[in-house]
């Protein structure tokens, strides 16, 4: 067996209890193939604000500094949404984690699982087969450029340098020779300098995948794209708030939020979340969906290359869901507990397969 890191960012809302589950699942897989999973918890977001005035304290960004991996929950609370003014938010711990620790590249995975396709907004026919992944840069553009406030106006910068560029562009083409060998750019050619430099890069590092099609599309035809014929795609390379934007609208589309993982890298570490929120109107009423966070376990797994306990992981998802073993967002009936959930699938995968499958 091997001996890993793991940082644990619980946060806020439901945050605590799906990364709970995601623990067990950690720990099943753990027991089965004889690694050694060494957990550190961390504050984030509103809880560490509460605890120390600070959503990202020290103590914390050590823990993610020296993991080979972490995961992480959720972060936000209600009571600072209609507060433009406050000066300390829980987003800002969110934010600085990615900066500090270079985590360049957001990647969004979203599948159609064909279980619960009837859940999607959209016509079945349009959803059925939907694969696609989002990469989105995730530590420049406008979120971290200059902003400020003039004397009867506001801006916030908006810039890019060649590497950051290419650092993203050279993940996407890798993920897509094992895909459908496919690129879309989204970007916004047509008014933004920042999208000109991207195309050129772009298609500059494209020349050296000559097998990958790349194909470049500006941001508002592609948010038309996404919903008339989200089967076009196959890996999205995009910009930090494009990539917000879109990974958020092709997020419903598989017809479950509750589901779909995430993970940003970087040169070190990584950080595994689910693309949820913290939904705070569930904190603590065991009925939030664990399985993205457990999914994001299983992201982390892969990166850390364990590739056959990661398969093991999603098996046992795909088990609970086609029995019927899910929380309420997923269920025609009552649904399950979070708790119960996790502790299926930990089982499953701790049993091995058969036990599962009954
Ligand atoms: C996300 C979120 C964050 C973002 C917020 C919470 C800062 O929407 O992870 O997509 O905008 O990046
Ligand atoms: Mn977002």
Request: overall charge negative.
């Amino acid at each position: 067996g091997v001996k890993k890191k793991i940082g644990m960012l619980p946060g806020d809302g439901i945050g605590p209890e799906v990364v709970a589950e995601a623990r067990k699942v950690l720990d099943a897989v753990a027991e089965r193939f004889g690694h050694t999973f060494e957990y550190a918890y961390g504050d984030v977001g509103a809880v560490a604000i509460d605890n120390s005035g600070d959503p990202l304290p020290d103590h914390t960004l050590k823990i993610c500094e020296e993991s080979d991996a972490f995961l992480f929950g959720a972060i936000g609370h209600p009571k600072y949404d209609n507060d433009p003014s406050a000066k300390v938010r829980p987003e800002q711990g969110l934010l600085k984690l990615r900066k500090s620790l270079g985590l360049f590249a957001n990647i969004r995975p979203v599948t159609a699982y064909d279980s619960l396709i009837h859940m999607s907004p959209l016509k079945t026919e349009k959803v059925l087969g939907v694969d696609l992944v989002v990469y989105r840069e995730l530590t420049g553009g406008i979120y971290f450029g200059e902003k400020g406030r003039t004397k009867d106006g506001a801006y916030d910068h908006c810039t890019y340098e060649n590497f950051e560029v290419d650092r993203i562009a050279h993940l996407a083409f890798q993920a897509a020779q094992h895909r459908s060998k496919k690129v879309t750019l989204v970007d916004k050619a047509n008014v933004l300098e920042t999208s000109r430099l991207w195309r050129e890069r772009v298609t500059l590092i494209a020349n050296e995948y000559p097998e990958i099609e790349l194909d470049c599309m500006f941001v508002d035809n592609a948010a038309m794209q996404m919903i008339q014929n989200p089967k076009h795609f196959d890996v999205i390379l995009t910009e930090n708030m494009f990539g917000d934007i879109i990974s958020d609208e092709a997020s419903v589309i598989g017809g479950s939020l509750g589901l779909l993982p995430s993970a940003s890298v970087g040169d070190k570490t990584a950080m595994f979340e689910p693309i949820h929120g913290s939904y705070p109107q569930a904190a603590g009423k065991n009925i939030a969906n664990p399985l993205a966070t457990i999914l994001s376990a299983a992201m982390m797994l892969d990166h850390l290359g364990l590739v056959n306990e990661a398969i093991e992981v999603r098996n046992a998802v795909n088990s609970s869901l086609k029995i019927g073993m899910v929380t309420e967002d997923l269920s025609k009936k009552e649904g399950y507990g979070t708790d119960r959930v996790g502790d299926f699938i930990a089982n499953c995968i701790a049993d091995g397969e058969e036990s599962c499958a009954q």
